[in-house]
């Protein structure tokens, strides 16, 4: 049950069902993180890290950290060196750089393509969403699977979720 | 503008923040009596102290039944977020907390609670913060007062001690054209009366301790933040859009988006100046949102029925009551509140001082008490009581002159209450004789 405002002149992309990102965060198991940082205080590695925690595999794409792990994990330069299934890309990068990434999510058979909160970029979504792909922006999956969880709750932050079930995702 | 809901305001009144209990399955709230929670293991304490997960830690900061209540008040208002604490006092400190460094200045209306005034012009000195008190009734006035080190505007929607109204569009407009939020004390109103999000308020607080609990029985406070209001749009806000040294670096703006405000409450706020809300008051408060609609339905219903008695009463010079056709405010009342005028108002005796405290001497039903927004009628007399160590001119100017008495009208029946109040002043009648 979703409490975000309608979108308004029918913007897809203004607004998406809480039952659309449930069913992404539920069918999704390996996540390409593309724009993880090593640093621990970034915005990209506390939702590695929270990702992880949940159960996710979070695989990171950073060309300029080639060569070492980020919690754990090796880092690519690229989506499309990744040997492994992906089920969906997020991107931690400024909305200009969406449109390379999303050609090579398609490429890699990646089933969501994730744009983070502050990202934007219709052209790549409407590239990732003819080949298939479901197209999430502007949004963060660590606060989108908190505030379904209940998490977010914990922190005082208004869900939108009323329910008188038991939460889980 | 404020998020919305599918939902209405009674069934958020009620659900909104409050599935059951995820451990127990227990459908009333719990009351987490409990300073501390344990970590998983020391990797688990790490991401919480480094706030890279939800969790909670100690109850300074943040407590599952307090939680409940952020995320009711939170929804009531329209808000992404809230912060509650001990008192509204505390919840005004934190408002203004991640706003203001040693020499900042806000700009606030004057028409404020007595309270207000001397925490925003003496209190707040003491940490370098200059609260600038104008007449906003003209918003141009308010214009004017805005400096280069001006970071807030503040005013009550519906202000203490009553009939006065703030034309929040109207200085929202002028806040937002200074690149500032505005910061509206709802607490009068309550979210059932006047949502101020919906009229472009970026920051909302309360003392829950009136009408959200209710019954005179839980202090509390909560600062509710719209989530809309950039804060990082330049630099004049460095506690959000700069790297904060307490957490290694880590700038809130980029790391929170739109919950960095409230994070900052919790995480800095509560952690660092302590005024935290006990859950036992969080629970109490819980209730009496639960009942929000009812009682304020009933508070104004009998507000607005002893207002037109009183304005026809041969003991009463005067009702300052925006519900009354002849209020100043009462086009404002009209826009912002069109339910009712709220239940806290004032009236002059004839008679004056003596006639005054003859009244709240005489009344039976009445509680003659320093609050309002209880389910209890109330009574003061500020002249005797909450302003007595100001002189003549300045009672008058503060709306608190000899034959003021300000009431809180409660939920008792109609009749008892207008008894009451009559034979009180039969008896201040008979003083004056």
Redesign the interface.
């Known amino acids: 049950?979703?409490?975000?405002?309608?979108a308004p002149g029918g913007d897809r992309h203004a607004s998406y069902p809480d039952a659309l990102i449930k069913s992404i965060l539920r069918s999704v198991k390996t996540i390409a993180m593309v724009g993880a940082s090593p640093n621990?205080?970034?915005?990209s590695?506390?939702a590695m890290?929270?990702l992880q925690?949940k159960g996710y595999r979070v695989i990171p794409v950073n060309p300029g950290a080639v060569g070492q792990e980020i919690l754990g994990e090796k880092v690519y330069a690229s989506l499309r060196e990744i040997p492994d299934k992906v089920d969906m890309v997020d991107i931690f990068r400024a909305s200009e750089f969406a449109p390379p990434i999303a050609d090579d999510a398609i490429a890699i058979g990646a089933k969501v393509l994730w744009m983070q909160?502050?990202v934007r970029n219709d052209a790549a979504a409407e590239t990732a969403e003819k080949a298939g792909l479901t197209v999430v922006m502007n949004r963060?999956p660590k606060?989108e699977y908190?505030r379904l969880s209940?998490?977010?709750?914990?922190?005082?932050?208004?869900?939108?979720?009323?329910?008188?079930?038991?939460?889980k995702i | 503008?404020s998020?919305?809901?599918?939902?209405g305001f009674e069934?958020?009144s009620i659900?909104?923040?409050a599935?059951?209990?995820?451990a127990t399955?227990a459908?009333s709230t719990p009351i987490y009596q409990t300073t501390a929670f344990v970590f998983d293991d020391v990797d688990h304490a790490a991401?919480l102290f480094?706030?890279?997960?939800?969790?909670?830690i100690y109850g300074r900061l943040?407590n599952?039944t307090?939680?409940?209540l952020?995320?009711r008040i939170?929804?009531l208002e329209g808000?992404?977020?809230?912060?509650?604490t001990a008192s509204g006092h505390s919840a005004q400190l934190l408002a203004f907390f991640p706003l203001m460094q040693p020499g900042d200045e806000f700009v606030s209306s004057r028409r404020l609670y007595g309270g207000s005034v001397t925490q925003f012009t003496r209190t707040f000195q003491k940490f370098g913060w200059k609260g600038v008190l104008v007449d906003a009734d003209d918003p141009e006035t308010v214009r004017k007062a805005i400096t280069p080190k001006t970071k807030a505007v503040f005013c009550e929607s519906l202000a203490n001690p009553g009939g006065v109204i703030s034309d929040i569009e109207a200085l929202a407009k002028v806040a937002h054209d200074a690149g500032l939020p505005l910061i509206v004390d709802n607490t009068m109103a309550t979210p059932y009366l006047c949502r101020p999000i919906d009229w472009g308020a970026d920051l909302v607080i309360h003392s829950t301790t009136k009408f959200l609990s209710g019954h005179g029985n839980a202090m509390g406070g909560a600062v509710v933040d719209s989530g809309t209001f950039d804060w990082a749009k330049d630099d004049r806000f460095p506690s959000l859009c700069k790297p904060e040294p307490a957490?290694?670096?880590?700038t809130f703006t980029?790391?929170f988006?739109d919950?960095a405000y409230?994070?900052y409450?919790?995480a800095i706020g509560l952690r660092d100046l302590g005024p935290t809300m006990a859950p036992m008051n969080a629970y109490l408060t819980i209730l009496g949102c639960e009942t929000l609609a009812l009682r304020m339905q009933r508070h104004i219903e009998n507000a607005q029925k002893v207002a037109e008695y009183l304005d026809g009463h041969p003991e009463v010079a005067w009702v300052s009551y925006a519900g009354l056709p002849s209020n100043k405010y009462r086009a404002l009342a009209q826009k912002y509140l069109p339910k009712g005028a709220g239940s806290v108002f004032t009236i002059g005796v004839k008679g004056g001082y003596q006639a005054g405290v003859k009244v709240v001497e005489s009344v039976d039903l009445f509680s003659h008490l320093a609050n309002i927004g209880d389910t209890r009628s109330l009574i003061i007399h500020p002249a005797s009581t909450t302003h007595r160590q100001l002189n003549p001119e300045q009672q008058v100017a503060a709306g608190a002159g000899p034959d003021v008495l300000r009431l809180s009208i409660g939920l008792e029946s109609i009749d008892d209450i207008i008894r009451d109040l009559d034979q009180a002043l039969a008896q201040a009648s008979r003083l004056a004789a």
């Open positions: 049950m979703t409490d975000t405002s309608a621990w205080n970034r915005p590695y506390f890290k929270y925690d909160l502050g963060c606060i908190g209940g998490e977010l709750g914990w922190h005082g932050f208004n869900s939108g979720v009323i329910s008188s079930k038991r939460r | 503008m998020i919305k809901s599918r939902y069934t958020l659900h909104a923040g599935s059951p209990d995820p399955g459908r991401s480094n706030l890279q997960t939800f969790g909670y943040t599952p307090t939680a409940v952020e995320e939170a929804s808000g992404r977020g809230a912060t509650c957490y290694h670096g880590l980029e790391t988006g919950l409230t994070i409450g919790h």
